[in-house]
């Protein structure tokens, strides 16, 4: 059994740590807000501060959801590596600018405490289903030491290079990502205009070479009029930024980016950045003057 520090309890966090906990670790749980805790992962134990999450563990789990909260958790004066010792291994998981995780790589060692970066591909059901894609930046003999606890929550580990390489393969990732759900957007709008049946359209995604999970979750999804949230539009234009910075400062043009961040921003300021990162689509299908829900 491996003592646990989880910081971060959001979407994304409460099913990593009920697959930590069913695993046979003993989680210890931080959170912004306390009372999260007691209903999301009512068996953890609950941390009144970082240093009781911090102090005395095997291995720490940062789980935040942009670059302001993981500096101040992480780097602040009373943050992570604050009270970490060189016995723990601190892992952020959180998607976050390559420039910052380059940060928390330096001032780790500079604390001599071993660090990993670890962002995942996946969203709320992968999460609670302990099937998540890790992608880690660091040396391979830490990713050995804590490969344990994180086989727990993933599918898939994937050892990517020195520190920084797992943040910047997150991004490559959700280039993709928001490429997709873009993509699909504007073929179910061509689809409708055109007068074919979608739910043959979405058959025919189904089964050729261009297939992808994200069309065959997010499709039906969209025909129902469902966007729940399982990955947040704002938390997905927050990564198209990301992108978007990461992309100038290593001088590399994309742009095909910019409609798709044209799109998730007027999502955004129609007031759907609480849904699903998929009502980039209802912004789509609104200029094409068509209804996609059944």
């Known amino acids: 059994m491996t003592s646990i520090g989880f910081l971060g309890l959001g979407t994304m966090g409460r099913g990593m740590v009920a697959n930590l906990q069913r695993a046979g670790h003993d989680v210890t749980v931080w959170n912004r807000t306390p009372d999260v805790i007691a209903r999301e992962a009512p068996t953890a134990t609950p941390a009144a501060t970082v240093a009781d999450a911090v102090t005395g563990r095997d291995v720490v789990l940062v789980c935040l959801s942009n670059d302001d909260a993981v500096r101040d958790v992480v780097l602040g ?59 880690v930046g660091g040396d391979a003999e830490t990713l050995a030491a804590v490969r344990p606890v994180l086989n727990a929550v993933a599918e898939t580990i994937h050892h990517m290079g020195p520190h920084g390489s797992g943040a910047r393969m997150k991004l490559v990732g959700n280039l993709i990502v928001a490429a997709q759900l873009n993509a699909l957007g504007e073929a179910l709008t061509l689809a409708k205009s055109a007068g074919l049946d979608l739910y043959a359209v979405l058959g025919v995604l189904h089964v050729t070479d261009f297939r992808s999970p994200i069309f065959d979750g997010v499709g039906p999804a969209v025909l129902a009029g469902d966007y729940s949230p399982s990955f947040a539009l704002d938390l997905m234009v927050k990564d198209a930024h990301l992108i978007e910075d990461f992309a100038a400062q290593v001088g590399c043009p994309l742009p095909g980016l910019a409609p798709v961040l044209d799109n998730l921003r007027q999502a955004k300021d129609a007031g759907y950045g609480a849904l699903n990162a998929s009502a980039l689509i209802k912004v789509i299908a609104a200029r094409g003057d068509v209804t996609l829900e059944d």
């Open 77 to 135: 004066l009373d943050g992570v590596l604050a009270h970490a010792d060189p016995s723990t291994i601190v892992v952020d998981m959180s998607t976050i600018s390559p420039t910052l995780s380059d940060e928390e790589a330096a001032a780790a060692a500079a604390r001599g405490v071993p660090f990993l970066d670890a962002p995942v591909f996946g969203s709320k059901g992968e999460a609670a289903a302990g099937g998540l894609w890790v992608v």
